[in-house]
């Protein structure tokens, strides 16, 4: 039962821009409880009395320091827990390790497993993600678990191109779902599919090679739950550029930019790149030409709300 006091937000390092921006929408104040020892340790100390309120705990556990944020995470939670909270909610809007989310080889953990469960054992009651890799990570643990969807963020950007003879491509066969959905949602004319090898003993290592669907004299948006190295997409739009298609952008829900990544997408066949900032945003990626930034913000404060009064969350924020 909620406190008539109200719920709590907190954020660690990782995106306090992202926490702020919700904190303002919702008109709450905004903790910030985590400091760091000369020694490298991290301090988690709350200044306000939880007892019996519900807490919503924002922080992606992203690059530049993924190991670093998925430990304030769950030192936060631990310390919300024994301030005798009635119930945690981890807002995760990138959540990490999610590619690591089966055994493609012998002798390798699920990492999303093993850190799902972690947060869950510590004290979460509730985890909140934004496009999350892989739908059925869900049932990596017996808690609730809300994964919202970015397109409620981005399709007003991407209706605003009035992009004609519209295709939806993927970017590999594991994205077709994703697809489909952006498709049936802008009405597209049709989908393509880029097909692509990837060598599992190679890291972020990717190579195109056919591609499923017309595009000739199309304009293509390509989409992806993520960008890190930018191998995968670049490669597909520069395929389908090759194969005919009048114009290409992407609408990226993850922007993590890692290696050449700048580089790649400023010489690549994609005109735009439509990214959002459930990882912390860079000032490199602000000024570039290329990149357009959609904040979710509102989608994961409409989500609080609605978990807050007991609202739907799928109905209108799942789209």
């Known amino acids: 039962m909620a406190s008539n006091n109200g719920y709590i937000l907190l954020t660690g390092r990782a995106n306090p821009k992202l926490a702020k921006d919700i904190a303002k929408i919702l008109k709450k104040e905004l903790l910030e409880p985590i400091t760091i020892?000369?020694?490298?340790?991290?301090?988690?100390?709350?200044a306000r009395n939880l007892r019996r309120r519900?807490?919503?705990?924002?922080?992606?556990?992203?690059?530049?320091?993924?190991?670093?944020?998925?430990?304030?995470l769950i030192l936060m939670i631990d310390a919300v827990k024994r301030a005798s909270a009635s119930e945690i909610i981890a807002v995760i809007p990138y959540f990490g390790y999610s590619r690591q989310d089966r055994k493609e080889m012998p002798r390798v953990p699920i990492s999303a497993s093993a850190i799902?469960?972690?947060?869950?054992?510590?004290?979460a009651n509730r985890i909140v993600t934004v496009d999350i890799h892989a739908e059925q990570e869900e049932g990596f643990i017996r808690s609730p678990w809300d994964n919202l969807y970015a397109s409620y963020s981005l399709l007003p950007v991407i209706k605003s191109r009035n992009l004609k003879n519209l295709v939806v491509a993927s970017p590999d066969k594991g994205g077709v779902v994703r697809a489909t959905g952006y498709a049936k949602l802008l009405d597209a004319e049709g989908i393509a599919i880029v097909y692509k090898q990837r060598d599992i003993n190679v890291n972020d290592k990717s190579e195109s090679q056919i591609i499923i669907g017309d595009v000739v004299g199309k304009d293509v948006l390509l989409v992806d739950d993520l960008i890190s190295t930018g191998g995968t997409i670049i490669n597909a739009g520069d395929y389908i550029k090759e194969r005919g298609a009048r114009s290409v952008r992407a609408a990226v829900t993850h922007q993590l930019f890692t290696g050449s990544a700048f580089e790649s997408v400023t010489n690549s066949a994609i005109e735009e790149f439509i990214i959002t900032d459930?990882?912390?945003?860079?000032?490199?990626?602000?000024?570039?030409?290329?990149?357009t930034v959609v904040s979710v913000a509102p989608l994961l404060a409409q989500a609080i709300s609605r978990i807050e009064s007991g609202e739907s969350i799928s109905k209108d924020l799942i789209l």
């Open 37 to 46: 020892f000369s020694d490298g340790e991290i301090r988690v100390r709350i």
């Open 54 to 72: 519900h807490v919503f705990i924002i922080q992606p556990t992203c690059p530049p320091c993924v190991n670093d944020y998925i430990m304030e």
């Open 116 to 123: 799902a469960s972690m947060i869950e054992h510590t004290g």
């Open 278 to 291: 459930t990882v912390a945003v860079r000032n490199e990626v602000v000024k570039h030409k290329k990149i």
